[in-house]
């Protein structure tokens, strides 16, 4: 499912997927000047429609670079949250983090029909 829904992101924006086995080579993957978002239980819980908004804000910034993070089993470090220019809920359940990516490109995926008015989204 996350790569069917990151085929479909592909469609609007280049997209590159990186993971990781440590936490320091995840703080070296961040590209530079990306606008950071974490996902944190305790982030921003958004409806699609404010998430598409903010996925537009945040593509205007710098060289339009988002890097979304999430977590593996003992979450994202405490001070790349801290350092993150966003942090994101999914949700206020606990997602094993290969169903945070199927969910994450989903949103994504519908955050870019939302924005082109495209009928996959219903939220119009």
């Known amino acids: 499912m996350a790569d069917e829904y990151l085929g479909r992101v592909r469609r609007y924006v280049r997209v590159d997927e990186v993971e990781v086995a440590s936490d320091a080579a995840l703080a070296r ?25 903010k996925v537009e804000s945040w593509g205007r910034r710098g060289k339009g670079d988002v890097a979304f993070v999430i977590g593996g ?47 996959y989204a219903r939220e119009n």
Do not use: M, W
């Not at 993957?29 to 908004?53: C, E, H």
């Not at 220019?85 to 290969?98: G, I």
């Open 29 to 53: 993957a961040l590209p530079k000047g990306a606008t950071v978002v974490a996902l944190d239980p305790q982030g921003d819980a958004l409806t699609s429609t404010a998430f598409a908004k």
């Open 73 to 119: 089993a003992e979450g994202i470090p405490a001070a790349l949250v801290r350092s993150a220019n966003a942090r994101l809920s999914l949700s206020s359940l606990t997602f094993p983090h290969r169903l945070a990516r199927v969910v994450l490109f989903e949103q994504i995926y519908r955050a870019f029909t939302i924005l082109r008015g495209e009928p």
